[in-house]
């Protein structure tokens, strides 16, 4: 239902654009969110997109991150800008809140080397 990617390894600096296409049912009139999960460390919320395509964004990515979405497509953006070693780790798409029986897909892996 949730597919990432775009993942992969940058220098610190650097950039990575992610892509998620999720399914109609969960994405349809969904505030769609991304989600870092860094090594050892529970999945945090980054960034979030309502449907009609305001964004809004958790303060450590503010200015270097920008989420988008394409409602004719299903698939919501991380656009990755000026990266740092911190934002090491996978990264996932759902819904913007997620519930406790939402299912998540596999994230792609982002490593950031300084």
């Known amino acids: 239902q949730l597919q990432a990617s775009g993942g992969g390894l940058a220098q610190a600096g650097g950039s990575l654009r992610l892509s998620c296409v999720a399914s109609?049912?969960?994405?349809?009139?969904?505030?769609m969110g991304w989600y870092h999960q860094a090594p050892e460390n529970q999945r945090l919320w980054v960034a979030g997109?309502?449907?009609?395509?305001?964004?809004y964004y958790e303060d450590s990515v503010k200015g270097r991150f920008t989420i988008s979405r394409d409602n004719t497509k299903n698939s919501v953006y991380l656009e990755m800008n000026s990266l740092k070693p911190e934002d090491t780790g996978v990264y996932y798409c759902?819904?913007?809140?997620?519930?406790?029986?939402?299912?998540w897909g596999q994230g792609t892996q982002v490593t950031v080397s300084s």
């Open positions: 109609g049912s969960v994405f349809s009139g969904s505030t």
């Open positions: 759902n819904r913007d809140p997620t519930n406790d029986d939402d299912e």
């Open positions: 997109v309502t449907v009609d395509g305001t964004s």
